[in-house]
């Protein structure tokens, strides 16, 4: 079965500190790929998404994310974190289906806090 | 900026009640779903409902739930005998042709006593 995998469960960094967080996926054929991200009391709200093209991309407040088609991964980036970086941050995998309809599977989030 | 609107975002029942969670998508989406997330867990998925009838559901998506699109707009889930089990909080989600990408309500948090 499809599996979304986040490595780390709880991340703590100070402010201005850099962020890695990993997202490995099972599925071995076309994806597409979301980090979404839900701040505390909020709704989700989407990050950055590949779909093609330049594996590297870039979303909203700074952060980033490389597909690496070989490792399986889509880890989410940020060269200096702030406070309001605190959250909780989702992988989600889709698969292109002939009907268009994409079922999301979900990584079980990451919850980051920084310190201020 | 076109969004989904959830209602309400805070409901309170008793076990055994009848819910109804509502959801407007947004316009010219064609794809509709329902998420949840039990609190401090991982959001699942529930079901998804494109041209009016049901195209993927999970394993939690019971003969309890069920979803309709009743007049064109509104796209709602009802629960219909709630149990403990069902406290939660539901996102509905819409899409267009061919993004794959979803487009969240901010969710009716359900309480069930």
């Known amino acids: 079965a499809q599996s979304v995998s986040q490595h780390n469960h709880h991340v703590i960094l100070s402010e201005a500190a850099s962020l890695e967080l990993g997202c490995n996926y099972s599925y071995g054929g076309t994806v597409n790929l979301f980090w979404y991200v839900q701040y505390p009391g909020q709704h989700l709200q989407l990050l950055l998404k590949y779909f093609s093209g330049d594996p590297l991309v870039k979303g909203i407040k700074g952060f980033e994310a490389e597909f690496i088609k070989s490792k399986f991964s889509f880890n989410l980036r940020k060269p200096s974190v702030q406070w309001s970086d605190t959250a909780e941050y989702f992988c989600?995998?889709?698969?292109?289906?002939?009907?268009?309809?994409?079922?999301?599977?979900w990584g079980a989030g990451t919850k980051l806090i920084i310190k201020p | 900026e076109p969004e989904v609107t959830q209602t309400p975002s805070h409901q309170v029942t008793q076990m055994g009640q009848e819910v109804i969670l509502r959801c407007v998508p947004i316009?010219?989406?064609?794809?509709f779903y329902w998420y949840r997330q039990i609190l401090g867990q991982k959001v699942e998925f529930l079901v998804s409902?494109?041209?009016?009838?049901?195209?993927?559901k999970s394993e939690i998506f019971d003969d309890q739930f069920s979803v309709e699109r009743p007049d064109g707009s509104n796209f709602t889930l009802k629960i219909r005998s709630t149990k403990l089990e069902d406290s939660a909080m539901y996102f509905c989600a819409s899409s267009g042709p061919g993004t794959g990408e979803l487009f969240f309500g901010e969710g009716s948090r359900l309480t069930v006593l």
């Open positions: 989600a995998v889709s698969r292109p289906s002939l009907d268009s309809n994409y079922q999301l599977i």
């Open positions: 409902f494109y041209n009016n009838e049901i195209s993927e």
């Open positions: 316009s010219n989406h064609l794809y």
